[in-house]
């Protein structure tokens, strides 16, 4: 058996047999003290090779705005691990191949993390050589090694299946290393600030042990919000929100009539449409979760989105399938606990021209996290739905206090219409980065969302109004101060159409990063091509925002950009 055949066989079977989630909990402390360490900066490029299951990628992803992550491992199954436990907030994506063999282009990457990696590959030489070529002109290689000739306890570490592994010590690291053409700055060790070990073997009967595994739950509670919000809107779209007193007046008719209990109807009720939501979740999730972070799933998604603005502009209408629709009418005339049960299932069928949409991105959004966080998602947006029900049903009086159906529902739907654009080019938007089309840079991405803002807020002032609208020529004070912060949101986009640095939540989760834009790529060719192979960046000159940057040091500026063959542009500043 050849080095590589080995070493796949290993850590297929460390990622099937759970041992490689384990890894997290065991590295945790140290790798966050390095991680603390580097100095990542808005849409810096990060590799991490030999990922493993991919979590400290995931981390890597979050380090900084805009920053985009990539994960390398030679064993097919750890990348399908990593793909599997992560979604597409995590910035992340994964791919199947050596170290001694990355297939990337020449200084790709602004740091570069190697954790417990560089021991087992075949050719060290080789290994470090290719990192060297990958990594960019004044750009970073973080090291960890565990397994190294100074550690007592690493000495008596056995080779894992027989597998070679490389034993040196630092002199020896430090050597290989610096033979690629790396300048090593500094080298220390680090020790696990822990008082107790995160991590046990498996039991010698071979059961698993139990440990925490963070990163599946990440993004729960923002995906629960999300649920949540996605159940408020739907509530107040037209087809469901003038349901409310009409249904909790018949609960309350009913209760009179047959001397029942009207909370106990509306609760009947309210589990009937959770179920139905639960249902939904439970039959969609396995077809769309195997799927989930392919470039492919993300352009479905996006067309999907997209159907589903048209579908809220009023430009097609959803309908379930007949067979539902008829079998819905038939459920609603049943009277008794089961026939209100049914009403809930009838609502969700009945009303999906306007909850589909939200239901869709819903599951859209929760797939990457697996089956489960889509049934968790889809119950809480059914409970949400189902919560006026049940208690406006225990306070009755309390219906004359919720504002009445009109014109304002439509308003709202078509608005959310113009979410579903912005959202659907965000899916287009991650298929584009994970194939490098450059179809949607940073600044077209941009320009459309800022075009998508100005169209909703012309739509809110009443300048723009659909077929079958009858504008008055007035608006409300709520109408002016949504159309007011959408124009500012607009106008917020545009900002970084030009250039400007956005902010380090949003828009860093939403937006491409600023290194992939049409206007940073012939730049960093340039500079890539006359590095010379250099990594290191001579004293007083330093990297921003993928450009070369020298502070009042003029001789200097010009000696570099002559040397690299690129312009100079001299920044006059003044002070009032």
């Not at 890894?23 to 140290?30: I, Q, R, S, T």
């Not at 070529?133 to 190294?148: C, D, M, P, S, W």
């Not at 690629?180 to 070990?197: H, L, N, Q």
């Not at 439970?282 to 195997?290: D, N």
Request: hydrophobic content about 50%.
């Amino acid at each position: 058996m050849t080095h590589h055949s080995a070493l796949v066989s290993l850590f297929d079977r460390l990622a099937a047999d759970g041992t490689a989630d384990r890894y997290e909990a065991l590295h945790d402390d140290v790798a966050r003290q390095v991680l603390e360490a580097m100095e990542v900066r808005p849409g810096h490029q990060l590799l991490d090779v030999g990922c493993g299951a991919g979590w400290v990628t995931r981390r890597l992803g979050k380090k900084a705005p805009g920053a985009q992550a990539v994960g390398i491992d030679a064993s097919a199954a750890m990348i399908s691990r990593a793909d599997e436990v992560s979604d597409w907030t995590s910035r992340a994506r994964f791919e199947c191949m050596t170290i001694e063999d990355i297939d990337f282009p020449d200084g790709r990457f602004d740091h570069v993390f190697a954790l417990d990696a560089l021991e087992y590959v075949d050719d060290l030489a080789a290994a470090a050589s290719s990192l060297a070529r990958v990594t960019k002109e004044g750009g970073r290689l973080e090291v960890v090694i565990h397994r190294h000739a100074a550690s007592p306890q690493a000495s008596a570490w056995s080779e894992p299946d027989g597998l070679p592994m490389h034993h040196l010590d630092e002199g020896g690291w430090t050597a290989a290393l610096e033979a690629a053409g790396f300048t090593v700055v500094s080298a220390e060790r680090i020790k696990d600030s822990r008082e107790a070990p995160a991590f046990e073997a498996p039991a010698a009967d071979g059961e698993k042990r139990s440990f925490g595994q963070e990163t599946e739950s990440e993004g729960l509670l923002e995906f629960i919000l999300l649920a949540i919000g996605a159940g408020l809107f739907t509530l107040l779209m037209p087809c469901t929100y003038p349901m409310i007193p009409i249904t909790i007046s018949f609960f309350t008719k009913q209760a009179d009539e047959k001397g029942g209990n009207a909370l106990l109807l509306a609760s009947v009720y309210g589990l009937g449409i959770v179920l139905m939501f639960v249902l939904l979740g439970v039959v969609a999730g396995p077809l769309l979760v195997p799927f989930a972070t392919h470039y492919v799933t993300n352009l479905f998604i996006g067309v999907l989105f997209v159907v589903f603005a048209l579908a809220l502009f009023g430009a097609i209408t959803l309908n379930p399938p007949a067979f539902l629709m008829g079998a819905a009418g038939k459920a609603s005339g049943m009277g008794g606990i089961f026939g209100v049960f049914l009403m809930g299932l009838t609502l969700v069928i009945t009303s999906f021209t306007c909850t589909g949409p939200f239901v869709g991105t819903l599951i859209a959004a929760g797939a990457s996290g697996g089956v489960m966080r889509i049934v968790i998602g889809m119950g809480v947006f059914g409970a949400t739905m189902a919560a006026p029900f049940v208690v406006l049903a225990l306070i009755p009086s309390r219906l004359s206090a919720i504002p009445s159906a009109g014109g304002w529902m439509n308003t709202l739907k078509v608005f959310m219409g113009f979410v579903e654009l912005a959202a659907a080019l965000k899916f287009f938007s991650n298929a584009d980065i994970a194939l490098q089309a450059g179809w949607l840079p940073r600044e077209v991405f941009l320009m459309m969302w800022a075009a998508i803002g100005l169209a909703a807020a012309m739509y809110l002032f009443g300048r723009i109004n659909l077929k079958g609208e009858s504008p008055d020529g007035e608006i409300g004070p709520g109408r002016l101060c949504g159309g007011l912060v959408t124009l500012i949101g607009s106008a917020y986009c545009f900002m970084g159409v030009l250039g400007y640095h956005l902010d380090e939540t949003i828009m860093s989760a939403m937006a491409p990063p600023p290194s992939y834009s049409r206007g940073l790529v012939e730049t960093h060719k340039a500079e890539v091509v006359s590095s010379a192979g250099s990594l290191a960046l001579p004293a007083g000159v330093k990297r921003q925002a993928g450009s070369l940057v020298v502070l009042d040091d003029y001789d200097l500026a010009l000696k570099v950009a002559r040397e690299r063959g690129l312009g100079v542009l001299v920044n006059f500043t003044g002070h009032t």
